[in-house]
């Protein structure tokens, strides 16, 4: 580990906030469907919201996907609006002709829009009509991912809260690990092997790979987030009589050694067969850091708020890359879920919720980082004043959790410092 | 309520954006709800715009929605004066915005602002980008040269030297940044002066300037159609109605603005190369090939025009999803004998295509992804824009080079002259039958759907692809069960690399049998 980590630092626990209000520079809670509808591969995301809603998810995704996509909007006309045409019959004739094109599809989700928030079109009692008239074929379940409500990572939050009731409950109180958060699937197996080399178990995935196949749970679920934005889902589960598992995130040697080890802690499996079972894939990561390291260390970065995973990145550039934090920024500040990862984070750093973008803009141009990540309205205007900036969108689409991918996240930051001194243009 | 994969067009607010980011000097101020700010990498994203768009959004939560969502419409309002100081200002609502019915035009009003404060209404849940675009353009024109109108029964005077404004150019446009330069130089070539060139790099000042040309060029009649005709009623400007898209198109453009000019005709074509192209010999399997046209009203229908005069086609379909020049498209479409295919609904176009079988599609990104499960080659002639459609070299779609771009976009998808002719007399060579693709854009995988199976096209006999990979000299390598599964949860495009990898770590430390550890190893030793 590196010199930083073994000084005791208070951490910013306590350290204040800079609270902004103003233009957030984010997407909303819909985006989150990108991933989320190649992860649970017999689910379909219908939005029920307008044109732009539309247009964001085709803006966010559709350059990058070529398949035909498990999601669709039914945009709300003016029709709809003026009361000529019954809402809730326009929507189950909409969804009937979906579920007759994808006969495939097993779990429908009705996702809420600003829209549908605002004219109050209850999704919840539509859900429940459809189901009676589509079980045992297809669940319809729902959401809202309206921007009024949630923020980008959010959208994943309502979404795995959504399923919670779903879930079906542990016979008897045996314990069972529930890992919470879409991660990929390479990621799930790496975890699986560590978690049996560890002796916990029975490991057990939210979301599931398959919406048929939802994990049980129960008074003897103890869970690990795997992700830092999953409130609402942790409250639905622990409403179900789970049990949190308090940990830093799974990002870096150190914070998957002690998101692992606060799992084996649980299991009382001993400290040697935790160093035992961590020991060499922990070794593995670290010296491919090491190489990493020299690119990053002593660099600024400054984070603009995107998906909430920044404080524990910030963490582990800090501590295991040497980077130096400027301004930290997360649209939103989850204390008790995050409690871990603020006591490691060096009180240098200055942390910022919310955002007033062109204040914000304002601080990172006097600041003049190595590196800036934000979001992709901001990367390339930027770039263009010389700022060598990292898109935050990547970090929520690539496999980064765990030991084997500690290096490739750390890869992501290098390789536009790298770029920006490899290009004589 | 209407079910939508895909759309072609954003709502409205997206065109005003359009305007507002192609213009100097202006800004934008949205009513939105936070999320709707990821119109902003649409500029800086696919069109790699250095500049944010000039527009702010209030980007109200739920919990505003109880408070006063108005005041923080204000408070960006003054903010923006504030901190932009722009010559005007653009304010209106988003979806959302527009149901909560806060009036931003009005509040704007009272704040007093010493600029022209346009207030734009554009209804989301009836009208979409175009439309969107064609108000905001057109109410900005008449609120900056507005007040420059002549009295009724004044005469204009003529310029002494002819002079035009060139309509309609936005941001996010088709190739609109280099059929600008190419319109330009065909005046240039009649010695007409460009007075304006507007939205694209124009200023609120100059928009007030309008009236001063002689007549107005309308590139895109879906953005400047409706601004134009407010420009003939109040100066007196009359306006282009041909867009030179083609070679017959722009000859004839250049008789038009010749006779609104008063100047004599001419054009130096010497840089125009597709009539030759395409009567040089190797055009001759051009002829008759069946092709599907579909995009905005503009490029649908000057595509049709060019595929059938120019090079030989034959239209199978026409159609566009520009519902406000229906009447238009459906003319053109009775010219070559079809019926307009009038639609927002992507579906409905993938079934017209997967019908009618044509042999090329020229349509936008979206007709792209169907051509391409379809097997049939296709060329984009149309927005949506995808970031492809934003390449570095000069690439326009109108005037002389135009063309030329047209007959290289359109014919390089299909089959070359003589290949095409071995195809049909060796049907049944397995490497070789017409469900491949033309051999110089490498090998697609043509859908089961699209095209029958190749005529007795064999089972080809499979080199045997999992043999063990043993370099030259090297001890033999095996893969174990595990690693190779687990070799196939790396995406397919890194895959090859990572087995390369891995081979290349055991070899050199003398590793028999792969297993998942030495994949991770091998992967960490080669992270950089």
Known sequence: MTAAAALPQPGCADAPVLRERGQREVFCGLTGIVWLHRKIQDAFFLVVGSRTCAHLLQSAAGVMIFAEPRFATAIIDERDLAGLADCNAELDRVVTRLLERRPDIRMLFLVGSCPSEVIKLDLSRAAQRLS???LPQVRVLNYSGSGIETTFTQGEDACLASLVPEMPAEPGAARSLLVVGALAEVVEDQFLRLFAALGVGPVRFLPSRRATELPPVGPGTRFLLAQPFLGDTARALEARGATRIAAPFPLGVEGTTAWLTAAAEVWGTAPVRIAEATGSAAARATAALARIRQRLDGRSIFFFPDSQLEIPLARFLSRELGMRLTEVGTPYLHRQHLAEELALLPET????????????LDRCRALRPDLTVCGLGLANPLEAEGLTTKWSI???FTPIQGYDQAADLAELFARPL????KLTV | MQLALWTYEGPPHIGAMRVATAMEGVHYVLHAPQGDTYADLLFTMIERRAK???VTYTTFQARDLGGDTANLFREAVLDVYERFRPQAMLVGASCTAELIQDDPGGLAKTLGLPIPVVPL???????KENWGASETFYQLVRACAGPHVPKPGTLRTKNAVPRCNILGPTALGFRHRDDVPE???????????????????????DLATLGEADFNVVLYPEVAGQAAAWLRRSFGQPCTTVVPIGVGATRDFVQEVAKLAGVPATTAEGTLRLPWYSRSVDSTYLTGKRVFIFGDATHAIAAARVAEKELGFTVVGLGSYSREFGREVRAAAALHGVE?????????VEAQIAALQPELVLGTQMERHVAKRLGVPCAVISAPVHVQDFPARHSPQMGLEGANVLFDTWVHPLMMGLEEHLLGMFREDFEFNDGVQPSHLGHGTPSQSGREAAPAAQPMPVPAAETPHSAAGAPLLAWGSDAEKELKKIPFFVRGKARRNTERFAQERGIGTITIETLYDAKAHFSR
């Open chain 1, 349 to 360: 750093a200055t942390l910022s919720e919310g955002q007033h973008v062109d204040r914000q």
């Open chain 1, 418 to 421: 790298l770029r920006h001194a």
């Open chain 1, 394 to 396: 990547e970090l929520v």
């Open chain 2, 121 to 127: 209404e554009l209804p989301a849940y009836q009208r």
């Open chain 2, 52 to 54: 944010r768009p000039p």
């Open chain 1, 132 to 134: 009676q008239r589509f």
């Open chain 2, 340 to 348: 307009a295919l009038i639609t927002d609904d992507y579906l409905e």
């Open chain 2, 183 to 205: 319109v330009e130089r065909l005046l240039a070539a009649l010695g007409i002066e460009t007075h304006v060139i507007a939205p694209m790099g124009a200023t609120p000042a």
